[in-house]
């Protein structure tokens, strides 16, 4: 008896468990290009216009103080060939000499600034960065996830993130199931009448040409503006 009660219960719980089962919905899967949304949002358009106007301005300023450097080694030159004039005096030469050794140093004080400049820059600049696309792709994901469950969804896919081998997560996908056009429409309905682009402001009228050792300012992931 209890043995065909135990049977009873074991019949009973497997029973539920496919029942359960059989009630629980399909799960519909979508895919989304999050690189392509990202790329494509008129937010980013405008942040990285103004990603490349502040770079420009820092590159005009990093070629301004390249400039001066440039006369400091001229002014560093005449006063050692001063001091190897033949007609000096012991004491005339000894002060050229002093004077040549001051302009070196503020030759490399100068060389110095355009350096550390150049490097907290572009610090700043792909801090900016980062910290814009942080937000973006959080903002991004939001609606995408509202337009797949709109949908019906159970499962969103990024068909743009790479794996540790360098492909993406989704190998194929119907593009039935590709969702990306739709939270594209979704993410710039809000997009303002399009205006000119911010112009640098402080921006020299005419930046003289760099230098072959000026350094450059550039911010990983924003291309320069052609």
């Keep these: 008896m209890k043995k065909s009660i135990h049977s009873l219960s074991m019949f009973a719980a497997l029973a539920l468990t496919a029942l359960v089962a059989q009630a629980q919905p399909a799960p ?25 106007a502040d770079e420009q301005i820092a590159q005009q300023e990093i070629e301004k103080m390249n400039k001066d450097g440039n006369a400091l080694v001229d002014e560093y030159k005449g006063l050692s060939e001063q001091s190897n004039n033949p007609a000096l005096t012991a004491d005339a030469k000894g002060k050229s000499q002093n004077e040549a050794q001051r302009k070196l140093e503020e030759i490399q004080k100068k060389k110095n600034d355009i350096s550390v400049f150049a490097q907290n820059t572009q610090r700043s600049l792909q801090q900016r960065l980062q910290t814009f696309r942080s937000l973006m792709l959080e903002e991004i994901s939001k609606i995408a996830t509202d337009v797949a469950k709109r949908k019906g969804s159970t499962l969103l896919l990024d068909k ?4 540790l081998i360098g492909v993406s997560n989704v190998i194929y996908a119907d593009p039935a199931y590709d969702i990306t056009d739709e939270v594209m429409k979704e993410i710039n309905k809000d997009r303002p009448a399009a205006s000119a682009a911010p ?23 924003v291309s320069p503006k052609k």
Excluded: C, F, W
């Excluded at 519909?28 to 490349?52: C, G, I, P």
């Excluded at 743009?160 to 794996?163: D, E, I, L, M, R």
């Design 28 to 52: 519909k899967l979508l895919v989304v290009d999050m690189a392509k949304l990202y790329d494509s949002h008129y937010k980013t358009e405008e942040q990285n216009t103004k990603l490349r």
């Design 160 to 163: 743009a993130g790479p794996t």
């Design 199 to 221: 112009a640098p402001t402080a921006a020299p009228a005419a930046a003289a040409p760099a230098a072959a050792d000026s350094p450059k300012i550039t911010v990983p992931g």
